[in-house]
């Protein structure tokens, strides 16, 4: 039987309340409390280092003190959170859509409620999501780099330019007035097929810790997308020199509120 998103969040938020006041949770103190499987608790912790929360161990997990002492990453994390939930809104039944290794991209599958959606993405760590039950997830399948697990190569290529997507969700490591770009090579080519590929609406997700970050691997400008979906934490005026003149959408969201 499917378990509910609540239910899961609440563990999860319970899991990281146990950890920051112990500072360290072995993976069988977790599955005798929450009588669920070690998988289950495993995918709960590679939840919580996916936020910069805690480092994973043989059999345990122990805190990132800096997530703690001025919850910035926390932050972030709400940030990253709203603007996956804005972008979800714009999937449509019977959308095709591609999502990037971005992990804001991969934060929309749980948004996406009531609608039948094939996500094609190069992000292994969409296994760990809970998608509804109309959405089916499709993997590139491709060479696995770490520590973003992202599918990557000819395979994963090969994959995405063999599919017309009716819309692409696509994140950044950096987004300067040289464009949307990243720090590994072998993704800048999965994700210029993606945009390439996509017949409809191109969608670039950025929150304001990236804007003004210009990495090695540039694969597209504000001009190849449609729309930027970013917070309110970015200054009008940076976002104006970075759209220049193109006629690019930006939509601005609040941070969701504090589980």
Not at 11 to 29: A, L, P
Not at 185 to 191: D, R
Request: proline content about 1%; overall charge negative; charged content about 30%.
């Amino acid at each position: 039987m499917k378990v509910s998103k609540a239910i899961v969040d609440k563990r999860r938020n319970e899991i990281m309340k146990t950890i920051q006041e112990n500072n360290s949770i072995s993976v069988d103190d977790l599955v005798e409390k929450y009588d669920v499987s070690a998988v289950t608790i495993r995918r709960d912790l590679q939840y919580w280092e996916d936020m910069g929360a805690i480092v994973r161990n043989y059999g345990s997990a122990s805190l990132i003190q800096e997530f703690v002492d001025d919850n910035k990453n926390y932050d972030r994390f709400r940030y990253m959170k709203a603007i996956a939930k804005r972008a979800a809104l714009f999937v449509e039944d019977n959308d095709v859509i591609f999502i990037n290794t971005s992990m804001t991209a991969i934060m929309m599958i749980d948004y996406i409620k009531y609608k039948n959606v094939t996500i094609i993405t190069n992000n292994a760590k969409a296994i760990n999501s809970h998608p509804d039950d109309q959405v089916e997830i499709i993997f590139t399948g491709g060479e696995v780099r770490y520590p973003k697990n992202s599918m990557v190569g000819d395979i994963a290529l090969k994959a995405v330019n063999s599919i017309n997507a009716n819309k692409c969700f696509i994140g950044c490591s950096g987004l300067s007035k040289n464009g949307a770009s990243t720090g590994l090579i072998k993704e800048t080519s999965i994700n210029k097929a993606m945009i390439e590929h996509t017949r409809g609406k191109k969608f670039l997700l950025c929150d304001h810790t990236k804007i003004g970050l210009d990495y090695n691997y540039r694969y597209c400008g504000l001009n190849d997308v449609n729309t930027l979906i970013t917070d309110v934490e970015v200054d009008d005026e940076v976002l104006e020199e970075l759209a220049n003149d193109s006629k690019v959408e930006i939509i601005k969201v609040e941070p969701l509120n504090r589980n």
